[in-house]
Structure formats: C-alpha cells, structure tokens
C-alpha cells in the first residue's frame, strides 16, 4: 500500500503535508510581493523626489493600477537635477553686486527741536 494512503481514523499525511507547504508558499509570496512593491521606495530613498514615490507607490498599492508603480520606479531610478542651489547662489551673487554698486541713500534731515518757550 502507498505511503500517502492513510487507514480509517488516522491523520492524512499527504493533507498535513500539502497544507504546510501551501501556508509556507502564500507567506513567501506575500513576502516577495511587499519586498518588490517597495523596491521604487528603497530605490529613491536618499533622493529629492522621495515622497512623490512614496505616493505613487501606496496609491499603486490600494488602486491596483500598476501604471503608478511603474511610474515610480521610473522616477526612483532618475536622478533629478538640483536646480534650486545653483540659482540661490546667483541671486545672493546679484544681490551682493547691487549692494555693492548702490550710491548711498541721502541721510533724512535732523527734526528741529521744539521753539523755545517766551519768557523762559
């Protein structure tokens, strides 16, 4: 007789077997699932872009638009350029060279002092 035939009134070794693995295999997927829809979010983490991924990656999550995660993962692997530095920099630079070049401003004259009363 087979090994994975059971007599009346034993345990199904075939079904406990079969149980373990299917519990093991939906708990590894699950955990392969959550790992690569967080890949666009380990992917942008240090980056300036980081909470647009973050959105798109949830809304992908709870919408089941996938178009979103694709999105974000796209836009975790490219590095946006940093524009505000470089253009603070020139407008310090230009606010520097007008103080610079500036004639000074005339002082406002001195207020007279109150008249003097008679008699005093």
């Known amino acids: 007789m087979p090994w994975f035939l059971t007599a009346p009134g034993e345990s199904d070794i ?3 077997i079969t149980t373990i693995v299917l519990l093991l295999v939906v708990f590894g997927l699950g955990v392969v ?4 829809h967080s890949l666009p979010e380990r992917l ?9 991924v973050a959105v798109l990656c949830l809304l992908s999550l709870f919408t ?3 178009l979103f995660w694709v999105v974000a993962l796209l836009l975790a692997l490219v590095d946006l350029p940093d524009f505000q530095t470089p253009l603070r920099s020139m407008a310090e630079s230009l606010n520097r060279l007008a103080d610079d070049g500036k004639v000074e401003a005339p002082q406002p004259a001195p207020k007279p002092a109150p008249p003097a009363e008679p008699g005093a």
Request: proline fraction near 0%.
């Open 14 to 16: 075939l079904f406990t």
């Open 33 to 36: 699932f959550f790992r690569l």
């Open 44 to 52: 942008g983490h240090k980056k300036l872009q980081f909470e647009i």
């Open 64 to 66: 089941h638009i996938h």
